[in-house]
């Protein structure tokens, strides 16, 4: 299992566009990823998912990646809130 943080560096945060990016993003890989905010823990295969934790710009989240892909679903990840992220 890998677990990475991240401060949401989107002013806006993870709004219909990022999430729905964050959806198609993880469904290419075979691990499951969550992402906790706070106490709440979700399942990133729904984007109504991710829009009910509504994660704001300056926020800290975890992402946790379990399964046999889990090095190349990291790497994605740390582009995605790293760089993709800032720009949708």
């Known amino acids: 299992m890998i677990s990475k943080e991240y401060t949401i560096l989107a002013p806006e945060g993870i709004h219909a566009r ?3 990016a964050l959806v198609r993003l993880v469904k290419k890989f075979k691990s499951g990823i969550s992402l906790k905010k706070g106490d709440k823990t979700i399942q990133l295969n729904s984007m109504l998912n991710i829009l009910a934790l509504s994660t704001k710009g300056g926020d800290l989240i ?3 990646i379990d399964g046999e892909d889990e090095a190349e679903a990291a790497s994605a990840m740390d582009i995605f809130f790293n760089e ?5």
């Open 18 to 20: 990022p999430a729905t």
């Open 62 to 64: 975890s992402i946790l």
């Open 84 to 88: 993709h992220l800032p720009n949708l």
